[in-house]
C-alpha cells in the first residue's frame, strides 16, 4: 500500500510540474493572431537576416529557446507561418487520358445529335473536363493568406512564462 501511494504521488507530481509551460503571442492591436507554446516549431527571421527555425524548447525572460540557442525577443523581425515555395501541379497520364477521353465523347455526342456544331461542342467538352484541372492548379499558385507576421509595425510579440524567479541575494 505504501508503494503504491509513493509511486502515484510521484507520478502526479510529475504531471503538474510539466504541465506549466510558456507562451508566445503574435498579437495584432489587442487581439491574438498566433499562439505558440513550449514544444512547438516556429521559423522566424532576426535583425541580422538570419532564420532561425526548430522547436520552441524553452520561453523565459523574453528570450526564446529555439533548438536550444537563445534569440531575444526584441531581435525577432518577422515571424514566417509557412515557407515559400513552389507548389507544382502535378497530373498523372491515366487522368489525363481518361479527361482527353471524356471530351472526346462530349463533342462527339453533342455534334452527332446536333445539339451545338463543332465548334461549340468541343468548346462546352475542353471546359467541363480540363476547368477543373486548371482551377485546381491556379489555387495552388495564387495564395490570397498571410505567409508571414512583420514584428514592429502592426505586429508585436508578447510572452507569458511561469518559472518563479531566482531569488535575489539581498
Known amino acids: 500500500m505504501n508503494r503504491l501511494f509513493i509511486s502515484l504521488l510521484f507520478i502526479f507530481s510529475c504531471l503538474s510540474a510539466s504541465s506549466q509551460s510558456g507562451y508566445l503571442f503574435v498579437k495584432k ?4 493572431k498566433k499562439t505558440y507554446t513550449e514544444y512547438d516549431y516556429i521559423f522566424l527571421r532576426l535583425n541580422n ?3 532561425q527555425y526548430g522547436m520552441i ?6 528570450t526564446i529557446w529555439v533548438a536550444g540557442v537563445p534569440v531575444p525577443r526584441t531581435s525577432v523581425t518577422e515571424v514566417i507561418i509557412r515557407r515559400k515555395g513552389k507548389k507544382a501541379c502535378r497530373v498523372d497520364a491515366k487522368k489525363l487520358l481518361l479527361i482527353t477521353g471524356g471530351v472526346a465523347l462530349v463533342t462527339a455526342g453533342l455534334s452527332i445529335s446536333k445539339q451545338a456544331s463543332f465548334k461549340e461542342a468541343l468548346t462546352a467538352g475542353l471546359v467541363i473536363g480540363y476547368g477543373p484541372l486548371l482551377i485546381d492548379c491556379l489555387s495552388k499558385k495564387i495564395s490570397l493568406s498571410r505567409k508571414s507576421y512583420k514584428i514592429g509595425g502592426k505586429f508585436r510579440l508578447q510572452m507569458l512564462d511561469f ?3 531566482h531569488q535575489r541575494a539581498f
Open 29 to 32: 492591436g489587442l487581439k491574438k
Open 57 to 62: 524548447t524553452r520561453l523565459m525572460n523574453d
Open 163 to 165: 518559472y518563479v524567479p
Open 49 to 51: 537576416g538570419t532564420y
